[in-house]
């Protein structure tokens, strides 16, 4: 889906205001994804690119951490 699909199904986006090139998805306190490959076939399958799963709650948590930290310099998507 679109960023603009996603905001309508009630996604908060937020814009960081500089190059930030990973991407990450924080699931909840025990799994989560972090890497620079879009979620795209090109990029899974053509491109080479790298993600990192954590499957364990201290790692999940300095990620989460790391995302809280850039949010602070975010500005919401309109």
């Not at 986006?13 to 979620?39: E, F, Q, T």
């Not at 990029?43 to 709650?57: G, H, I, M």
Request: charged fraction near 15%.
């Amino acid at each position: 889906p679109s960023v603009r699909a996603l905001m309508a199904a009630g996604a908060q986006v937020m814009l960081y205001p500089r190059m930030l090139h990973a991407k990450a998805i924080i699931v909840d306190s025990d799994i989560a994804w972090c890497g620079s490959a879009n979620l795209d076939a090109r990029s899974l399958f053509l491109n080479f690119e790298l993600n990192t799963a954590f499957y364990d709650s201290q790692n999940v948590a300095w990620l989460t951490q790391w995302a809280l930290r850039l949010t602070d310099e975010c500005q919401p998507a309109s």
